[in-house]
């Protein structure tokens, strides 16, 4: 089974930036679908992001407009641009191919003046 292992993470403030990436143990060409997921302290892990071999994407209401998912299959990679974020996008950020149940370590992105 790919594994994931995400990075970018850190601490920025309301209206910053934030770029996550996400490399894969082996390729993701193949990979139908894969997807950003946060997990915010004492809430269930949402969906936040997702993008198809063929590049169709699509978005949490929450982030839609701020946040873009990209995917570079030739570097087994998936990136999550964050912007104008908010103290509501607090959270560890996970990658994940579609119906994986193997999670990495996670990023986490804190917003907070």
């Known amino acids: 089974q790919v594994q994931f292992v995400e990075s970018g993470g850190g601490l920025v403030q309301p209206g910053g930036s934030l770029r996550l990436s996400c490399a894969a143990s082996r390729s993701i060409f193949n990979i139908y679908r894969m997807d950003w997921y946060r997990q915010a302290p004492g809430k269930q892990r949402e969906l936040v992001a997702t993008?198809?071999?063929?590049?169709?994407?699509n978005y949490a209401d929450s982030v839609k407009g701020r946040f873009t998912i990209t995917r570079d299959n030739a570097k087994n990679t998936v990136n999550l641009q964050m912007n104008s974020l908010k103290p509501e996008d607090t959270a560890v950020y996970y990658c994940?191919?579609?119906?994986?149940?193997?999670w990495g370590q996670g990023t986490q992105v804190t917003v907070s003046s």
């Open positions: 994940n191919a579609i119906g994986g149940t193997s």
């Open positions: 993008i198809t071999k063929g590049g169709t994407t």
